[in-house]
């Protein structure tokens, strides 16, 4: 039954928020928040389906596009962020 | 529709539901990032392909099924592109991967 | 971004306008797919934004460097079919690692010389070692892949090379 799969993948979901929570660094949040995301696309197309809404697909793959631009924004932030923080120790132990 | 296609789908979906769970619960128990890495992944690959096309074994031949086919491309496109770039982000930020992460309950090497 | 499209010398050359009429060919092809509707208006609205994704691509240098070197072919689906093959394998092998009573790890990183494929194949050797669970590509460098294995047989499978010699063997003449 579709049942079956939306209740697998919610609970999966949960799992997935309870990582990001726990954390412990924000390369494990962030990995969690990509797994909800990709999760939500398969809930979203089963949804589609169990409730007889084709048009919910097109969702999907919105979700899905910006889930993918999402994770590389949030990577590049703690990057640079990472990268500054550095450059301010080095400049403060010098 | 017809019946074989329609035992064929569920069972897909099934087993794709199953998948999705494992991976959950393996990016929950699992030790260390690059670990969890591995469980994220079973979710992304092998769910994705089961559920998706479990779908569209019920959509049949429709407009539906080619869409989804292009989610299930996109999604297996990106997803190992997003892994790379978390996985070299964390390197990067000095997450080291190896033996020694496993904290303590490594007992192969 | 560093970008400075304006001093890129144009490479409009006839190799490369098969390349274009793809590139466009699948945007409206996408635009017709998720849009549905045979309107005038849409249809306007279609072709204006496939220009402009076409003149950004254009800009970004897309046409520059042959993403299109990746062929469709029988021999790809050859290997896509194994690579599924693969995934299920592997998946099951993780599975197994995820649901055992105690979690018996033996994670390790191998490196793997890419050395002879062409960039577009190191690209794909790189996603099919992460698209199979209980493997990731952690980094690309000067034609050497760093590779995280969760298990040993994992790495072992890795170290062999025959996912290398498939990924070769596609674009093989």
Same mark, same amino acid.
């Given at each position: 039954m579709y049942y079956v799969v939306t209740l697998a993948t919610l609970v999966t979901m949960a799992l997935a928020l309870a990582r990001a929570v726990m954390g412990p660094t924000v390369y494990d949040r962030v990995l969690a928040v990509n797994m909800f995301g990709t999760k939500t696309v398969l809930l979203v197309s089963v949804i589609a389906f169990l409730f007889g809404r084709p048009d919910f697909i097109d969702l999907a793959l919105a979700y899905a596009l910006i889930n993918f631009i999402g994770v590389f924004a949030v990577l590049e932030f703690f990057r640079t962020r990472a990268v500054r923080r550095e450059a301010d120790e080095g400049a403060g132990r010098r | 529709m017809n019946a074989v296609l329609d035992v064929a789908s569920w069972v897909l979906l099934t087993l794709g539901g199953i998948s999705v769970l494992i991976g959950g619960i393996g990016a929950l128990r699992l030790p260390d990032l690059f670990t969890r890495m591995h469980a994220a992944s079973i979710t992304d690959s092998i769910g994705a392909i089961l559920v998706l096309t479990g779908i569209m074994l019920q959509a049949g031949l429709s407009l539906a099924t080619i869409k989804l086919a292009a989610i299930l491309l996109f999604l297996l496109l990106t997803s190992p592109t997003a892994s790379n770039a978390l996985a070299a982000a964390a390197m990067l930020a000095g997450n080291k991967p190896g033996i020694d992460t496993t904290g303590g309950k490594d007992d192969a090497q | 971004m560093k970008t400075s499209p304006n001093q890129r010398?144009?490479?409009?050359?006839?190799?490369? %306008?098969?390349?274009?009429?793809?590139?466009?060919?699948?945007?409206?092809?996408?635009?017709?797919?998720? %849009?549905?509707?045979?309107?005038?208006?849409?249809?306007?609205?279609?072709?204006? #934004?496939?220009?402009?994704?076409?003149?950004?691509?254009?800009?970004?240098?897309?046409?520059? =460097?042959? !993403?299109?070197?990746?062929?469709?072919?029988?021999?790809?689906?050859?290997?896509?079919?194994?690579?599924?093959?693969?995934?299920?394998?592997?998946?099951?092998?993780?599975?197994?690692? !995820?649901?055992?009573?105690?979690?018996?790890?033996?994670?390790? !990183?191998?490196?793997?010389? =890419?050395?002879?494929? #062409?960039?577009?194949?190191?690209? !794909?050797?790189?996603?099919?070692?992460?698209?199979?669970?209980? =493997?990731? =590509?952690?980094?690309?460098?000067?034609?050497?892949?760093?590779?995280?294995?969760?298990?040993a047989d994992g790495a072992r499978a890795i170290e062999d090379g025959e996912m290398l010699r498939r990924v070769a063997a596609v674009h093989e003449d």
């Open positions: - | - | 010398p144009a490479p409009a050359g006839a190799g490369h %306008s098969r390349a274009h009429l793809m590139f466009i060919a699948l945007l409206i092809a996408a635009w017709v797919l998720w %849009s549905g509707m045979f309107k005038p208006l849409l249809l306007g609205l279609g072709a204006f #934004s496939c220009a402009v994704a076409g003149y950004i691509a254009v800009r970004m240098g897309y046409f520059d =460097t042959r !993403v299109f070197a990746l062929r469709f072919n029988l021999r790809l689906l050859r290997f896509w079919a194994w690579l599924l093959k693969e995934i299920v394998k592997s998946s099951l092998e993780v599975a197994r690692v !995820v649901l055992a009573r105690e979690l018996r790890l033996s994670t390790r !990183v191998v490196e793997v010389d =890419t050395g002879r494929l #062409s960039p577009v194949d190191q690209v !794909v050797l790189g996603n099919s070692i992460t698209l199979a669970p209980g =493997t990731l =590509t952690l980094a690309a460098s000067d034609g050497r892949l760093l590779v995280h294995a969760l298990t």
